[in-house]
Nanobody, 122 residues
């Protein structure tokens, strides 16, 4: 079992920045690919970013490329999402996710956190 706890969400003005954190526990973090998803009101959950177990490979949705950065600290068993130049359309609940497979981490990961709300005022 993997437990994931997100933090760092909040209210920010358009153009501002936030950094989300996700603390993982329950199994060897350094063997898991990690990802962030988001779900806006009335919309389906969508992929945001993913990072390989070593941190050497990252993927981003086109909508956040160049603005968001995913990173991880295996010693702290934590994954981060640095969000810059935030837009109103980035408003959503952001979920951390984990999977042994990078492919599955980007599509349908095995483990999910409960989410943290990010609200961007225009």
């Amino acid at each position: 079992q993997v437990q994931l706890v997100e933090s760092g969400g909040g209210l920010v003005q358009a153009g501002g920045s936030l950094r989300l954190s996700c603390a993982a526990s329950g199994r060897t973090f350094s063997r898991d690919a990690m990802a962030w998803f988001r779900q806006a009101p009335g919309k389906e959950r969508e992929f945001v970013a993913a990072i390989s177990y070593s941190g050497g490979t990252t993927y981003y949705a086109d909508s956040v490329k160049g603005r968001f950065t995913i990173s991880r600290d295996n010693a702290k068993t934590t994954v981060y999402l640095q969000m810059n130049s935030l837009k109103h359309e980035d408003t959503a609940v952001y979920y951390c996710a984990a999977d042994r497979s990078m492919t599955d981490a980007r599509r349908l990961p095995d483990y999910w956190g409960r989410g943290t709300q990010v609200t961007v005022s225009s």
